[in-house]
């Protein structure tokens, strides 16, 4: 900056003792070329290239608020849906959060302004026992028992049984496939589950 003041200096001295009409640079000159220089650098939308024809698109970040996160609509959970609810429930719930990008330490507590009735209640006796640690409870762990709240041991076992027995009715091959993949996700993310805490276990 020091530099720079003392080039200006020159520039008016120098035009002084010529007696030329020559315009000499001001502040204002200072600020346009400096304002040039970095409208130049960063293509004049906070992307840095060499290239001034590939501009870059720079998405900044931004808070979720309740209201960005409701836009998503996000499923409510009854706590009467069974396992099949209870998963889909967790994986739209999974899908909002990251289009919404909702804050981590906003996940257990958007997410739990979905539940009602009996799934509800449950919540408010988890406040009730827990007070405001409730709501620092990690997504994860919200998982974790609402899992075990709402899939019972022998639900799992009559899906698994269901697995093993399904077949396609008529032609509807459609159905079948659904239910299968349905049946499949469940049945496997519950294992994994299982076998997870069984090695944390041993």
């Given amino acids: 900056m020091h530099a720079e003041l003392l080039a200006l200096q020159e520039q008016q001295r120098r035009a002084r003792q010529s007696g030329s009409n020559a315009r000499v640079p001001d502040h204002q000159d200072a600020f346009r070329d400096a304002d040039t220089l970095l409208r130049n650098s960063t293509n ?4 840095h290239s060499s290239d001034g024809d590939n ?3 720079v998405q900044t970040a ?19 849906e069974g396992i099949v609810g209870l998963t889909r429930w967790i994986e739209k719930m999974e899908s909002v959060f990251q289009i919404s990008g909702c804050a981590i330490e906003n996940q257990v ?3 739990t302004c979905t539940l009602l009735r009996a799934a509800l209640t449950w919540w408010n006796g988890q406040i009730r026992t827990l007070g405001p640690d409730a ?3 990690t997504w994860e762990i919200l998982k974790k028992k609402m899992t075990d709240k709402y899939c019972p041991q022998g639900e799992i076992k009559k899906l698994e049984i269901e697995l093993w027995n ?5 032609n509807d091959v459609p159905t079948y496939t659904d239910r299968f993949q349905e049946l499949t996700l469940i049945c496997t993310k519950k294992l994994k589950r299982l076998t997870s805490t069984s090695v944390d276990f041993l």
């Fill in 44 to 47: 004049g939308d906070g992307s």
């Fill in 166 to 170: 399904l077949k396609v009715k008529g």
């Fill in 109 to 111: 507590k958007f997410a």
């Fill in 135 to 137: 709501y620092t409870m």
């Fill in 62 to 80: 931004r808070l979720c608020f309740y209201a960005d996160f409701m836009k998503c609509q996000p499923l409510n959970f009854k706590g009467t």
């Fill in 55 to 57: 501009q870059r698109n």
